[in-house]
């Protein structure tokens, strides 16, 4: 068996573990899936290629290549300007939308029945801004570089692995290190007496849905760099995400990170042993199984 799949698995299984913190944190702190979180990733790649494309208008210099790489600087500074926009596009859907539903009491099920209509909404919304045709960050091919082992990567794919590490780990050291991430912790434990304890509960969920939207912009820039931009991204990309949060543990950083590498790395294997066309199957399998033998998932507290 080659061992590229090694390699292969660790890039999907880094944009899946990046959507998957989002989704950890949202059902933690607000205690509902989320099923427009994957239109999130979609939005943040659009969002970035725009930004992107009336930047290389304005400055043509910014569009030439940073070495090694196969973008220029027109990238980062797009991706920041679109981790921005993306964060206000969900604390946008979250006031027109969740706050009502939160504010009356709603049941959990109308609120994942919503999440599911925008969704909807959000897909067809970028269908028609943008067209559903495949477009791309760069059209420049880069060279596999030798890594050892028979392993092979290009110069973007080990950047997107090390900016997946890089943002897991500020994302940890936020919630264990600064007064917003206790009080995400503290509200996740118990919103009522957080609430009771001074702690401004509205200001945490609009965090947590800023830091959701955030990365799951990363992972959606990443995947559109590394394969292609399209409005059905962040949907074909929402049972493994799942998956991932499930596996990791509601609420864990690290889990969902750690969880998106071992299902990515369960899909590039399964490609190499039964086929591409099992490959979404995985998430599936890999889901089923860990609500059956572990509910709580790897690092997840029992109940």
């Known amino acids: 068996m080659n061992p590229q799949f090694i390699m292969d698995g660790l890039i999907s299984g880094a944009i899946i573990g990046l959507g998957a913190v989002g989704v950890t944190l949202t059902y933690s702190i ?15 790649a659009y969002l970035a290629l725009a930004v992107a494309g009336a930047l290389g208008f304005l400055a043509a210099g910014l569009t ?30 979250d006031a027109l939308l969740f706050s009502s539903f939160r504010r009356r009491g709603s049941a959990i099920i109308i609120m994942v029945m919503a999440s599911f209509g925008a969704s909807l909404a959000l897909r067809s919304l970028l269908e028609f801004l ?17 890594l050892g082992g028979g392993l092979r990567a290009t110069p973007d794919q080990l950047l997107m692995l090390g900016v997946a590490l890089f943002a897991v ?31 401004d509960v509205r200001r945490v969920i609009r965090t947590v849905w800023f830091l959701g939207a955030a990365l799951a912009c990363v992972a959606g820039i990443m995947s559109g760099l590394l394969i292609q931009i399209r409005p059905y991204l962040g949907h074909d990309l929402l ?65």
Not at 30 to 44: D, T
Not at 64 to 93: D, H, M, R
Request: charged fraction near 10%; proline fraction near 5%; glycine fraction near 10%.
């Open 64 to 93: 030439k290549p940073i070495a090694p790489f196969s973008f220029g600087w027109v990238l980062p500074i797009s991706a920041v300007v679109a981790i921005g926009l993306t964060g206000l596009l969900a604390l946008a859907v």
């Open 169 to 199: 780990i500020c994302v940890h050291l936020l919630m264990t290190r600064t007064d917003i991430g206790r009080a995400m912790r503290a509200v996740s434990e118990n919103p009522a007496l957080a609430s009771i304890a001074g702690i």
């Open 239 to 303: 049972l493994p995400l799942f998956a991932a949060a499930i596996l990791g543990g509601i609420g864990s950083v690290p889990g969902a990170m750690l969880a998106g590498l071992i299902i990515g790395l369960c899909e590039a294997l399964a490609v190499q042993a039964v086929g591409a066309e099992w490959r979404a199957a995985v998430s599936f399998v890999i889901l089923i199984a860990v609500l059956l033998v572990r509910p709580r998932g790897l690092f997840g507290k029992a109940s």
């Open 30 to 44: 607000l205690r509902f899936s989320n099923f427009a979180h994957g239109e999130l990733l979609s939005w943040g």
């Open 130 to 146: 943008f067209t559903s045709r495949p477009a791309y960050f760069t059209k420049a091919l880069q060279i596999a570089m030798k």
